[in-house]
């Protein structure tokens, strides 16, 4: 009877020190710096990086929430197709448009109403249904979510007929050369299109004069810039929606997607938490917070 207690108790206190795995049960993720908690029930590892910089460290995610131009650029939609997409209601249409934005004072002027009415026109949205085939959704709202149609062009006149846009590449400066700088040239206009391969220059060099504009980004993302960074930047219209997409280079649906694996996300306040809401849609996390500083109530 002694023998038998002896054993029982060396076999919970067995149990207690390495866990039980019996009956099916998933054991715990391991090395992930995760944990499985509330928002958290798989113990996905939660890993913010750079955006443009996503698609070059797919290969050591599990998958990765990435923006649409971004993923454009990659070609992932050619070599790996997104296994899921990010929806939109009304509301989250505005917030999720591309917008052009300039800085604050020059929205009336004849080089931004000109811009606008060449980049708000059937032209641009025939392109971007025929080129991009649902990877972006044209959207040309203002501010507020209300419609925006084209409107007369403006005359060239004067000296000063150059209007300098940076853009990311893929869609924005594909849109701004192959479609309104030609429509702006038959009007008088010189359209110089500056590329930036990241999302802070654009703002800083139209904050300091060295653009008229720039088309890259979301009202979200514009009003952080605007908080963290100093800047005096308005939306002037909005042109297109990229949806975020998850994508990943070894599995093929979420459903293969196994407890533990890492998740890369953008970095910048607002696509981080564009991307997190996409997760909790997707049912990978359960209501986890969108804000970055809470990162450790997914990752533990």
Not at 81 to 106: C, H, M, Q
Request: aromatic share 6%; with cysteine; proline share 5%.
């Amino acid at each position: 009877m002694k023998k038998a207690i002896r054993t029982l108790i060396a076999a919970l206190l067995l149990v207690a020190l390495f866990g039980c795995n019996s009956g099916g049960n998933t054991p715990a993720p391991a090395d992930t710096g995760a944990t499985v908690n509330a928002v958290n029930p798989h113990g996905y590892e939660i890993v913010p990086i750079e955006a443009a910089n996503l698609p070059l460290n797919l290969k050591d995610l599990g998958v990765a929430v990435i923006n649409g131009n971004y993923a454009l650029e990659a070609k992932l939609n050619e070599t790996n197709p997104a296994i899921a997409i990010e929806e939109f209601d009304a509301e989250t249409s505005v917030r999720r448009t591309n917008y052009l934005a300039v800085k604050e004072g020059n929205e009336d002027s004849r080089k931004i109403q000109a811009l606008v009415a060449a980049i708000v026109s059937p032209d641009v949205a025939s392109y971007i249904e025929g080129t991009y085939k649902g990877a972006v959704i044209t959207s040309f709202v203002d501010a507020d979510g209300n419609a925006v149609t084209a409107g007369e062009i403006p005359e060239a006149a004067g000296e000063d007929v150059t209007i300098r846009v940076g853009a990311t590449l893929v869609p924005h400066a594909e849109i701004l050369n192959n479609i309104v700088k030609p429509t702006l040239a038959e009007h008088g206009w010189n359209l110089e299109v500056v590329e930036f391969a990241d999302y802070v220059l654009p703002n800083t060099s139209l904050e300091e004069g060295e653009l008229d504009a720039n088309y890259f980004q979301t009202l979200g993302y514009l009003k952080n810039q605007n908080e963290e960074r100093g800047l005096h930047l308005v939306a002037a219209v909005g042109v297109h929606i990229e949806p975020m997409g998850v994508y990943s280079a070894t599995f093929k649906s979420l459903t293969e997607l196994p407890d533990g694996a890492s998740i890369g996300v953008p970095n910048d306040t607002d696509n981080y938490g564009r991307a997190i809401d996409l997760l909790n849609a997707l049912g990978l996390l359960e209501g986890a917070p969108t804000d970055p500083e809470k990162i450790n109530e997914i990752n533990g």
